[in-house]
């Protein structure tokens, strides 16, 4: 296995510093306060090597959600793209990669790679640190930080839901609302909602028979024992804005079909929705108007949910997975839809160079 390296550019660490010397110190502001963006890009292996999805538009986003939180760093979209291929190489990922998938340790491994701009830390004394350290709410007066890490992730929501649809509740955690912490920015702070969402997913068990719902509950007030083998247990959450509004999921966007007569409308929720910008989820809009279909992007009410004829979730991790139950409710015949399918073979295509990169989309390590 190669050497593992993590790219560091700290007030204490520069350049690419060994896997496990790869620290940061505990009074790093980031890690009191959250100040901290960071993105989510994806490495896809393809008979020309790995290919970088929209790496320079992540790197973009990046630095635009740490200008909003007034943390500026000194390197460009084409800079942090230098770095993370070199990143890439010296992993030997590539080769690393294939190995896993040999030896099936992974159904799906793909390059994951993870940078982060922080507030860091460094004392006003430093002959004597304990002596007021830059530790108040007040981050100005720490460094910005940054690094990069690339490892292999695999299927995000896991096999099953890319093959059978994933089950997903509504969740009673509501998504940060405006003029609170900005969705708009990729900040580490909106994910400790999105953690709440995500683990009261995990605890969750839902059926989505009536009928088998129905058993479960006469079986328990008589104490019997009741058939569970039609248990399903949700891999993720889907949020509703402050107003009650579809928003996204805990780490994903959305995007709910409707079929009309012979024809076929997407709908998404908007940017005003409280939603992230997803970089896929631009790719996926792009993707299904060149396929012919009319995607509308508008707030979408929960009760859509339940009646749509299809819905997937869209994200660097995620791809494009189909929903197949929310709160217990099937989606249209419970099972991947036809839309849904075609547009993520269109996407994974693309995405993996075995069709024509037509909208320079990849860019080859």
């Not at 994806?42 to 090597?49: I, K, L, V």
């Not at 009928?211 to 328990?220: C, E």
């Amino acid at each position: 296995m190669a050497t593992r390296y993590i790219y560091m550019n700290t007030f204490s660490k520069k350049g690419f510093i060994p896997w496990e010397e790869a620290t940061i110190h505990v009074l790093s502001h980031v890690i009191h306060y959250a100040s901290g963006v960071f993105e989510g890009i994806r490495g896809y292996r393809t008979d020309n090597g790995i290919a970088i999805f929209r790496g320079k538009d992540h790197y973009r986003r990046l630095i635009n959600s740490a200008k909003i939180y007034r943390m500026f760093v000194d390197i460009d979209e084409e800079g942090f793209m230098e770095i993370t291929k070199e990143l890439i190489r010296k992993n030997d990922l590539q080769n690393v990669l294939d190995k896993v998938k040999a030896e099936g340790r992974m159904k799906n491994p793909f390059v994951y790679i993870r940078p982060v701009i922080f507030r860091g830390f460094i004392s006003e004394e430093p002959d004597d640190p304990v002596i007021q350290p830059p530790l108040g709410v007040n981050p100005l007066k720490n460094p910005t930080e940054y690094f990069i890490a690339a490892f292999l992730w695999d299927d995000y929501l896991g096999e099953k839901a890319i093959k059978e649809g994933a089950d997903v509740i509504t969740s009673s955690w509501t998504r940060i609302a405006p003029n609170t912490v900005p969705a708009f920015a990729k900040g580490v702070a909106n994910y400790a909602n999105a953690q709440l969402a995500k683990m009261e997913a995990e605890l969750t068990v839902v059926l989505t028979d009536y009928k088998d719902k129905l058993a479960l509950k006469k079986a328990s007030e008589k104490g019997e024992l009741a058939d569970v083998s039609n248990l399903r247990f949700p891999v993720e959450s889907i949020q509703l804005n402050a107003e009650g509004y579809v928003s996204e999921g805990a780490g994903e966007n959305i995007f709910v079909v409707k079929y009309e007569g012979k024809n076929v409308k997407i709908y998404t929720p908007p940017i005003y929705a409280s939603i992230l910008p997803g970089i896929t989820r631009d790719s996926i809009i792009t993707i299904a108007r060149d396929l012919g279909y009319e995607v509308i992007e508008t707030m979408i009410p929960r009760e859509m949910l339940y009646v749509a004829d299809e819905i997937f979730f869209t994200g660097t991790a995620a791809e494009v997975t189909p929903i197949r139950s929310v709160d217990g409710i099937s989606i249209g015949k419970g099972e991947p839809g036809e839309v849904t399918l075609r547009i993520r073979e269109e996407y994974v295509g693309i995405a993996t160079g075995k069709k024509e990169d037509r909208y320079g989309w990849l860019e080859y390590v």
